[in-house]
């Protein structure tokens, strides 16, 4: 009688510690939905001043407020522009990389980035800049986008929530020239 005892004690002990070594000391979760490494080192919030130009002369330019709303420098001063500038930088700041490739420097031209066709500077709270140059979208079904973190000849493709992103953050941009007069 005494046997069955232990072996259903020795197997409930096995239960427990592969439940205590699997699931309660060294949990191996994942973070989000991520296929590959985060883009940028930064959170939304991190991000103090948003600057874009693109290849056209429309441009962007705002700031975060004490209060975390968004200041508009140059762009369109619309009732939901905070929530777009916020939008943007929550997928920017937590879109995966695809795929990251080193060229040299002479053909950034094949991939779009020798003249961008965007231009965007992102400075966080302790000021440091991170300057960013869109290029031309990927060959493959067009949903992916070259991406060169300025001053490196490493280029990422990221996908098309970085295209959405940019379209309906679109609607802020003005020309430069209209900022002149």
Known sequence: MKKPILIASALFAALILFYFVFEVIAPEKEEGIFQGERFLPLKATDIYA??????????????????????????????????????????ITIIPEIDTFTVAPDMLQQYGLQEPSLRL??????????????????????TGVYVNLSGSGRITILGAVLNWELFKLSSLFVFQDDLME
Do not use: H, M, Q
């Not at 056209?56 to 369109?76: F, H, M, P, Q, T």
């Not at 500077?121 to 079904?141: F, N, Q, S």
């Open 121 to 142: 500077t992102l400075t966080d709270l302790t000021r440091k800049t991170y300057d960013i140059l869109i290029g031309d979208k990927t060959p493959a079904a067009s």
């Open 50 to 91: 948003l600057d874009i130009v693109t290849r056209e002369g429309l441009a962007l330019k705002c700031v975060r407020a004490s209060d975390g709303s968004w200041n508009i420098l140059e762009g369109e001063k619309k009732d939901n522009a905070s929530e777009t500038i916020e939008d943007f930088l929550e997928a």
